[in-house]
T-cell receptor, first 115, second 112 residues
Framework: GAVVSQHPSRVICKSGTSVKIECRSL??????MFWYRQFPKQSLMLMAT?????????EQGVEKDKFLINHASLTLSTLTVTSAHPEDSSFYIC???????????FGQGTRLTVV | AQSVTQLGSHVSVSEGALVLLRCNYS??????LFWYVQYPNQGLQLLLK??????LVKGINGFEAEFKKSETSFHLTKPSAHMSDAAEYFC??????????FGKGTKLSVKP
């Protein structure tokens, strides 16, 4: 299957700082990328959907000014958690899908801990 | 709107026993259904998917699932559990945007 690389795998940051998470499709063009959040012992919840070159569409309850998503190229999307707080500590996972493809491929996930 | 329900948040089986993880779906359109496995602090690995072809879908690691429209089910099975199968399993249905809508997950424990 196609490869999606997510970086970093783990990050610890201080409260109030910003953290950027990268999601790259290594061997295909990702026309759509999805960002999910997974709290401990819970399922994955979609945060936002981004199409290359367009503004991201955020799910209800997700603050777009806090979770900045950029999808400027067909192989890279970034999620920036701005002014992070301890309640933002979570596992963030991206997935990428190419055009006319039914399957989206997942990155390895990023464990964010805000102290 | 699409949704999936996984019955049983925790399933425990003995090594060599049958694994059965239950998933029921709700969808207003013919669904695309998926099963993923997640090991601790890792991403998701696709086990198998149903995209309206054969109703019995064979996946990796000996897993398979059968799509039953009459029961709106897509249960995951494996004839003989291995210790390495211990993980969290998620059933998912494709949403209208191409995203996935996940169930709450089932943690599978395998006893020696």
């Amino acid at each position: 299957g196609a490869v999606v690389s997510q970086h970093p795998s783990r990050v610890i940051c201080k409260s109030g700082t910003s953290v950027k998470i990268e999601c790259r499709s290594l061997d295909f063009q990702a026309t759509t990328m999805f960002w999910y959040r997974q709290f401990p012992k819970q399922s994955l919840m979609l945060m936002a959907t981004s199409n290359e070159g367009s503004k991201a569409t955020y799910e209800q309850g997700v603050e777009k000014d806090k979770f900045l998503i950029n999808h400027a190229s067909l192989t890279l999307s970034t999620l920036t958690v701005t002014s992070a707080h301890p309640e933002d500590s979570s596992f963030y996972i991206c997935s990428a899908r190419g055009l006319h493809v039914t399957e989206a491929f997942f990155g390895q996930g990023t464990r964010l801990t805000v102290v | 709107a699409q949704s999936v329900t996984q019955l049983g948040s925790h399933v425990s089986v003995s090594e060599g026993a049958l694994v059965l993880l239950r998933c029921n779906y709700s969808s207003s359109v013919p669904p695309y259904l998926f099963w993923y496995v997640q090991y601790p602090n890792q991403g998701l690995q696709l086990l198998l998917k149903y995209t309206s072809a054969a109703t019995l879908v064979k996946g990796i690691n000996g897993f398979e699932a059968e799509f039953k429209k009459s029961e709106t089910s897509f249960h995951l099975t494996k004839p003989s559990a291995h210790m390495s199968d211990a993980a969290e399993y998620f059933c998912a249905v494709a949403g209208s945007q191409g995203n996935l809508i996940f169930g709450k997950g089932t943690k599978l424990s395998v006893k020696p």
